[in-house]
C-alpha cells in the first residue's frame, strides 16, 4: 500500500503523485489541507512537518526523493 500526504498548493507533492502514476503504481493521495488528523498522521509517520510525506508499506520518505522511492517500491515489489 501506498500513501501520499499532501497539499493542492504543494509542487513536491504533485511531482510524487505525477511519477507514481507514470509508474502505474496504486496509491492513495491524503490531503492535509481537508483534515487536520490527516496532517497530524504525516507528522507522526515522518516526525517532521515537511510534505510530501510517502509510505510505501511502511517505508516513509520525506519530499519527492526519486531514488529513495525507487528503491521502495522494489523492495516491496511494487515494481520490477
Known amino acids: 500500500m501506498v500513501t501520499v500526504y499532501s497539499a493542492s498548493w504543494c509542487a513536491f507533492c504533485h511531482a510524487a503523485i505525477e511519477y ?9 493521495v ?20 515537511g510534505i510530501p510525506v510517502i509510505d510505501i508499506a511502511g517505508d516513509i520518505i520525506i519530499g519527492f ?16
Open 30 to 49: 491524503k490531503d492535509i489541507e481537508s483534515d487536520r488528523k490527516l496532517a497530524e498522521e504525516a507528522v507522526e509517520k515522518s516526525g517532521q512537518m
Open 65 to 80: 526523493d526519486r531514488p529513495k522511492i525507487d528503491n521502495a517500491l522494489k523492495s516491496h515489489g511494487l515494481v520490477s
Open 20 to 28: 507514481l502514476n507514470k509508474l502505474g503504481v496504486k496509491f492513495e
